[in-house]
């Protein structure tokens, strides 16, 4: 597979759990659970006019990580680089009540917090996986090609 990373685009959403939840399990897939295949693309920075973030998030995979259904981290990349290839909503996995709940300071996160950002991470990672595996399948479908096979065949070649 040609080198590629995954842009990560977190919701910036500091005041309720939902976006807190996005930053921790961002960053949990970023230093630890897959470390090396992933960056991140700072939201604020994105939307104040980040050259090298917007060209990044044009030409690499991304996926937007949401607070809530209000989906900024998505709509701002689609907006400024082009459609993202997933995203993950913590709402739907919080409920839209509790990812909206406010946040004020670090203390007040739920006791089962680390729970909650572990499933997020997961599913961040059911995404890079989900990529990865579409990068690979075209380019093994592109070099079948190049070598005037198509994908149908029996693989020899002579089918
Ligand atoms: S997606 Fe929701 S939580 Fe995130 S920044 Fe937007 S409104 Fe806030």
Redesign the pocket.
């Known amino acids: 597979m040609k080198e590629t990373k995954i842009g990560i685009v977190?919701?910036?959403?500091?005041?309720?759990l939902?976006?807190t939840i996005?930053r921790l399990a961002t960053r949990k897939v970023l230093e630890k659970l897959r470390m090396g295949e992933t960056v991140t693309i700072c939201?604020p920075l994105f939307i104040a006019g980040g050259e090298e973030e917007r060209l990044f998030a044009k030409v690499f995979p991304t996926i937007a990580v949401?607070?809530?259904?209000?989906?900024?981290?998505?709509r701002a990349t689609e907006k400024y680089s082009g459609k993202v290839n997933a995203v993950v909503?913590?709402?739907e996995i919080l409920g839209e009540e509790k990812?909206?709940s406010e946040l004020v300071s670090l203390k007040e996160m739920p006791q089962d917090y680390e729970e909650i950002v572990d499933k997020v991470a997961n599913e961040i990672c059911k995404k890079i996986d989900k990529i990865i595996s579409d990068i690979l399948t075209k380019e093994a479908m592109e070099e079948l090609e190049s070598q005037g096979k198509s994908g149908g065949g029996c693989c020899c070649g002579n089918c």
Do not use: R, Y
């Not at 949401?66 to 998505?74: F, N, T, V, Y």
């Open positions: 977190s919701c910036s959403g500091e005041e309720c939902g976006g996005s939201l949401d607070g809530c259904s209000k989906l900024c981290a998505m909503n913590v709402a990812a909206l």
